[in-house]
């Protein structure tokens, strides 16, 4: 925070975030990523998307229920499990 409010580099000004990208679960264990392309500094996409397959990790459907609880802490999976 001090670094923005003073106009200063710090760990921000090195920061990258790479581009939106979707992460697909197909059938029970395989899963695809589409990432957008990187932004020109005029914010246009510069290239195409790219889609690769992820390894699969013998987790059921990418490990949902895991994202669920870190980020839905005190929910019951019963209560939002289809």
Known sequence: MHALLTNSDGPLAKLQIDPAAIHITLGIK????????????AGAFVGEPTLF?????????????GVWARRATGLDPGDYHL
């Open 30 to 41: 395989e899963s695809v990523v589409i990432r957008n392309p990187p932004r020109d500094d």
């Open 53 to 65: 397959w992820k390894e699969p990790t013998g987790t059921v459907d990418m490990g949902i229920e």
